[in-house]
Nanobody, 126 residues
Framework: QVQLVESGGGLVQAGGSLRLSCAASGRTFSRNTMGWFRQAAGKEREFVARISWNGGFAAYANSVKGRFTISRDNAKNTVYLQMNSLKPEDTAVYYC???????????????????WGQGTQVTVSS
């Protein structure tokens, strides 16, 4: 079984920054594409960013492109989401997720991700 634990959320003013972390355990982290998703109150969960198993490919939702950066440290079994220039509309619970199949890039579809963390709240005040 895979365990994913997010941390780093909190309250920040608009224009500020936060860095989210997601620590993985239970399987070979370095073989799997990882993603970040978010869900605002009353809305559906949406894709934010994803990164390939070796970090060679990364993709972002248009709403965060140029402001957020996804990265990973396979030696630490951790994936990060650096969030800069935060806006009130970025307020949401942020989840990390992992594909189950090794060495597959996957896509932005939520249903492709097999393992999920419990989420961390990010609140951006105006």
């Amino acid at each position: 079984q895979v365990q994913l634990v997010e941390s780093g959320g909190g309250l920040v003013q608009a224009g500020g920054s936060l860095r989210l972390s997601c620590a993985a355990s239970g399987r070979t982290f370095s073989r799997n594409t990882m993603g970040w998703f978010r869900q605002a109150a009353g809305k559906e969960r949406e894709f934010v960013a994803r990164i390939s198993w070796n970090g060679g490919f990364a993709a972002y939702a248009n709403s965060v492109k140029g402001r957020f950066t996804i990265s990973r440290d396979n030696a630490k079994n951790t994936v990060y989401l650096q969030m800069n220039s935060l806006k009130p509309e970025d307020t949401a619970v942020y989840y990390c997720a992992s594909l189950r199949i090794d060495y597959v890039l996957g896509s932005t579809r939520i249903t492709e991700y097999d393992y999920w963390g419990q989420g961390t709240q990010v609140t951006v005040s105006s």
